[in-house]
């Protein structure tokens, strides 16, 4: 293995943790369909996944009210007037202890709004023009069975806290600006801005459903949180927290509770720590989400291999937060059926603790981590993927690309089977893990790397799809490297890089060709043409490299192929890559006849990549002694496929 001194300093090191991982199932019911961009849309009054409950009901996103039959309560510097008795009022606080509609308005210093009615009641919040501020907790669901807050047509409304105070509600602590015991929705089409200058935003301690409004938060600690649940559709919402922007905190029901569902709407969320955060599941069908967290990609951590910790997921909203900085991060799966996200994260751009999958939309992330992580697996079945930085790109225990067009920039490595909750912990460092795979079924994706373009700690499987490399320029990495295996059986690689650790691919039914050139600077073109110079295959170079690999149907045994380096191929994409048309100018590198289904002169393949497990070489294939081309240097020591950072890192 080419990384066997890191390797060895970590397995001195690790500690295996035990990643949070309720819920493996993963179905969807209730009526969908598919946009022309890929969005599903889903009957919201009866859409579920697996035991999670993700209905919107009617009167959530119904935001009418008979202003005649409402009672009006008028909000005053020293005091409160209400229409009935229903509601009591002290001072400037009042209290609504009865099911019905209530219309709220008018300006107070210190005053107080409070939800006291019975469990089965039924109670309409209506905001028409509210700035109410508090020395202590503003708004408090005591009891009720469920509150909806409406937000008037045309209406501007404020809720501000104290900086300090010190509440309960029996045991339950009261420290948000809006707080309820139960369930809270919020729909209208008017404008709502709270401010938590305590701590959090808006608390529920069951579901919180924004299904309408445009609603502005701004929370010294969490925003927005969901105790069961947060639900978004229809609603617009701009957050700024000093910890979480959106988290779902239920640790107890994981099998059900603690989710976070965005069905549609616009979502703007820029936080200290996570942007979302969910205890079980985030699912995000449509709508527009973006997301700053810990300051951006540029404030990434700084990579080594003694930084092991373990993320935790708060059950209490007055808890500490983890030093967590992530986009969208779950302890147990995270789907994505369409939708707009865009992810700038200090920590990883999506993360969890188990699967995460793309199955439409378009997700961009820059990250100072990795793009997307998931303890056991990722697969992406359609959608675009853009991870413009990271770390480490797309990392799990197992990779299944079946679909969609995905571009990946890594300062290590592009794809990397390895990953999981405890990295190689309990391994021989130096052998392959045949659990871990990393498998193209279909899709576009392209890799530009300075690790390891594509790297499995087990096997790596092309099945079918484009797959573009643009590799490393070090001796240490390789554009292609695999721990056990490494095949193709369909589709079209084109992969550059270093000569030192290159692997290639074995073809069965398919035939493969690698060869070292001439080392081409960066921006060079590549081309692998037949006899009557038709181009097969052809990528851009990013950096300098000096080996290429090719595997396409269009190869033939007994064939002459060329490597053209320099020229201008017709048609090729904006990464140069066509599989057809014609090369102008450049310079022929190498001329190779294909005498054998899988040819190979050059590179450093050791029987699957690693040092471990394999045939030492045979012909050219050693590339000269350890470096080859390159070297065994050129760059920092790779920390080896697998994460090491664990679970939620």
Known sequence: MKKIMCALLCAAFMMTFTACSQNNGSSSSGKSTTDSAGNMTVDTENVKEGSYDLSFTKRDSDSSYDESGAVTIKMEDSK???????????????????????????????????????????????????????????????????????????????????????????????DAAIFSKTDISFNGSGKLTVKGSYKHGIVSKDDLVFAGGNITVEAKSAALEGKDSVKVKDASLTVTA?????????????????????????????????????????????GSVTAT????????????????????????????????????????????????????????????????SVKGGSVKIATGDDGIHADKSVTIDGGTVDV???????????????????????????????????????????????????IF????????AQGDGIDSNGSIEVKGGTLLVSGPNNGGNGAIDSGTSATITGGTVIAIGSTGMAESLEGSGQCTLQSDIDSQNEGTSCAVVDSS???????????????????????????????ICGGTVSG??????????????????????????????????????????????????MGGPMGGNGSMGGGPMDRGSANNNFSAN
């Open 388 to 438: 413009t930085k990271s770390y480490e790109g797309i990392e799990a225990g197992e990779i299944t690309v079946n679909d969609g067009k995905i571009s990946v920039v890594s300062s290590d490595d592009g794809f990397n089977a390895g990953g999981g909750n405890d990295g190689n912990a309990g391994r021989d460092p130096m052998a392959g893990d045949a659990s871990k795979k990393l």
């Open 441 to 448: 079924n279909g899709g576009y994706t392209y890799v530009d």
């Open 533 to 563: 110079g038709n181009v097969i295959a052809s990528l851009n170079g990013t950096k300098l490299y000096s080996n290429v690999v090719v595997s396409t149907p269009a190869l033939k045994t007994g064939e002459t192929y060329k490597i």
């Open 242 to 286: 000093g910890t979480d922007a959106i988290r779902a905190t239920n640790t107890e029901k994981t099998d059900s509770k603690g989710f976070v569902y965005i069905n549609s709407g616009t979502l703007k969320l820029t936080s200290g720590n996570d942007g979302i955060q969910a205890s079980s599941l985030i699912r995000v069908d449509g």
């Open 293 to 356: 967290s810990g300051s951006g990609a540029e404030n990434g951590k700084t990579h080594s291999e003694g930084n092991f910790r373990m993320d935790r997921f708060s059950s209490s909203s007055d808890a500490a937060d983890a030093d967590s900085n992530k986009g969208l991060k779950a302890a147990d799966n995270i789907i994505i059926n369409g939708g707009t996200i865009e992810i700038n994260s200090a920590d990883d751009g999506i993360h969890s603790n188990n699967t995460a």
């Open 80 to 174: 409160a007037t209400a229409s009935d008795s229903s509601v009591s009022v002290d001072g400037a606080k009042v209290t609504i202890k009865k099911e019905g509609t209530y219309v709220i308005s008018g300006s107070c210093k210190d005053g107080k709004i409070i939800v006291d009615a019975d469990d089965k009641a039924k109670v309409q919040l209506v905001f028409n023009g509210l700035d109410l501020t508090s020395s202590g907790n503003a708004v408090t669901v005591k009891k009720a069975d469920k509150v909806f807050v409406t937000l008037a047509k045309n209406s501007e409304n404020s809720i501000t806290d104290g900086s300090s105070y010190d509440e309960k509600i029996d045991d339950t602590a009261v």
């Open 572 to 621: 090729a994409d904006d990464h140069g890559f066509a599989s057809k048309g014609s090369v102008s100018g450049g310079t022929t590198v190498k001329e190779i006849k294909l005498d054998t289904e899988n040819y190979s002169n050059g590179g450093n393949t050791m029987g699957g990549g690693r040092m471990g497990g394999g045939n030492m070489g045979g012909g050219d294939r």
